[in-house]
């Protein structure tokens, strides 16, 4: 109601709010409970009634006898005028409409003042040959389409080319208003766009964070509809590192203060993942709910305990040192009495993410604090992030962000500075868990550039073992990180949400079964 009323006191005379802006997105299986759906029918009707004034379209889930349907309401004068029902139902990436809802069916216009709006849902004007079937032959003055579109690196490019392909069909401009906000593993950038009849963007709302964007309707002397927004568009160079940084920021910030949750705690390992996440996490919600703990063993150099106490001076965060030295001798003093422990193996290793990670929920458990945790994407897919170590927490910020990525996240972070915020060694030191002595990552995996190249290429484009090597990848590299990220599907299941960030995430992006025996591998051509 506050962007209502602010809205008309500007002179709106129409109000037009997102895609199921009622009851969020995705609402998921709460659509399959009738009373979720009745109630959404119940805020539809005090929503109108408090609606007066001006005109409001809006988003809701609406029941109709046994059906369901995403729906857009119009509200003229304190009641419901008209309902348009979304026709088309993507099926496909993080999207599952068609498990709840039906298909509409009419094409939707309403007149305000004198001129004449066709009415969409999101993907409704995203498929070329399903746009006439939207009454291409109405001449609307202007097309309306609300969306839950969420973020993903290119998203925006895309949606410019689905607007302008859209507003060139129908031969007018284009009003398209896309939600914001965090939900969950999705984040939703906003960037509500004005097009003209060209498809051109005259106009975009700020990305990531609530605006209002505002034009007028006119006709000139050839009686062509024209639009005038209130404010131009920039058309500045997209960043893309500083459009995943701000993403980051919102998914935590939304994800923390929507569940509940007022501080939130880290574990610092002065290494490069755990100093993004913390920055991430101050920026999002304030240094004074941010508590960093470093929790050295033997094997953490005094290089890497002094760049957590700096990253955490540098920042403002709480700190403290919580060392491991004596929990860990004393859990493999007790694991010693089964025969064949081995404090030279991978196990021994685990041990200390597994106490750390204990550490961190206990302080969690005894003050309600959320726990980040710190693995990235290219841990994440080859199983390099701890079971109930590593992995131990609420949410996952950067659990979609290759490693490379995050080198350039915090590169931009301390660019934001005059002094860096991350250490400048944190940074340049190769990474290592600390977990041996001299352990180095590079001991066991590729370089990151070619472990991200790779996980790209199998995870997000769905490319075989074959068409990877056609690439020039080295044989080797592409058969055993294939299989690595097959086998550690087990742990992605058990692993908590993190902000999606590229076209394919872990998690409702990519739903593979664990039991499952299907290997690619490289297969030389014998022909």
């Known amino acids: 109601m506050a962007l209502y009323k602010e809205a008309i006191s500007e002179g709106a005379d129409l109000v037009v709010l997102p895609e199921l802006a009622l009851c969020g997105y995705p609402p998921q299986d709460l659509l399959l409970k009738r009373h979720f759906l009745e109630d959404n029918r119940a805020e539809l009707a005090d929503l109108a009634a408090d609606c007066q004034e001006k005109a409001v379209i809006v988003g809701f889930a609406e029941i109709l006898g046994h059906n369901c349907y995403n729906s857009l309401a119009v509200i003229e004068k304190g009641r419901v005028v008209k309902i348009y029902r979304k026709h088309l139902l993507p099926n496909y990436g993080v999207f599952d409409e068609r498990r709840y809802f039906s298909h509409g069916q009419e094409s939707g216009t309403i007149e305000i003042g004198d001129f004449k709006f066709g009415l969409s849902i999101c993907e409704d004007i995203w498929e070329t040959e399903h746009l006439s079937t939207l009454s291409v032959e109405q001449n609307y003055d202007a097309i309306i389409n609300i969306s839950a579109s969420p973020f993903h690196l290119g998203k925006l490019q895309t949606r410019k080319e689905i607007l302008q392909r859209a507003a060139l069909k129908f031969n007018c401009p284009l009003c398209y208003c896309n ?29 990531f964070e609530q605006d209002i964007l505002y034009a007028d309707l006119e006709r000139d002397e050839n009686n062509e509809v024209l639009l005038k927004p209130q404010r131009e568009d920039s058309q500045t160079e997209e960043n893309i590192i500083e459009e995943i940084y701000k993403a980051l920021v919102l998914g935590t910030r939304d994800y923390v203060r929507k569940n509940g949750f007022k501080k939130v705690i880290i574990g610092l390992s002065g290494g490069i993942d755990s100093a993004l996440v913390a920055a991430i996490a101050t920026e999002a ?53 089964v025969d064949g422990w081995d404090k030279s193996t991978t196990a021994y290793e685990n041990l200390q993410a597994r106490i750390r990670g204990t550490m961190l929920m206990s302080l969690s458990n005894q003050f309600g604090y959320l726990v980040l945790t710190t693995g990235n994407k290219s841990e994440t897919a080859v199983g390099y992030s701890t079971l109930y170590g590593d992995t131990a927490g609420g949410f996952a910020v950067i659990k ?69 090597a056609a690439s020039g990848a080295c044989v080797e590299d592409i058969n055993r990180i294939i299989r690595m990220i097959d086998r550690n599907e087990y742990k992605r299941r058990q692993s908590p949400p993190g902000v999606k960030i590229t076209p394919k995430a872990f998690g409702l992006d990519r739903r593979l079964p664990i039991t499952n025996a299907y290997l690619t591998q490289y297969k030389e051509n014998t022909n």
């Open 285 to 337: 919600i304030g240094s004074e709910n941010v508590i960093g703990v470093t929790m050295p063993s033997r094997f953490n150099s005094q290089e890497t305990r002094s760049d957590a106490e700096a990253l955490a001076k540098n920042l403002g965060i709480e700190f403290h040192t919580i060392a491991i030295s004596e929990p860990l001798e004393a859990f493999d003093k007790a694991l010693s009495v």
């Open 179 to 207: 939600l914001v906000g965090g939900q969950d593993e999705l984040v939703f950038d906003g960037g509500s766009i004005f097009t003209d009849r060209y498809g051109k963007a005259v106009s975009k709302a700020k990305q």
């Open 400 to 468: 979609d962000v290759p490693k490379t990525v995050v080198y350039e996240l915090c590169k931009y972070i301390n660019s934001l500075h005059e002094a860096p915020t991350i250490p400048v060694s944190t940074i340049t030191r190769p990474p290592s868990a600390e977990l041996r002595e001299g352990q180095k990552d590079s001991d066991s995996l590729p370089d990151y550039e070619i472990l991200d190249a790779l996980i790209s290429g199998y995870v997000e484009q769905d490319l075989s073992a074959n068409e990877l």
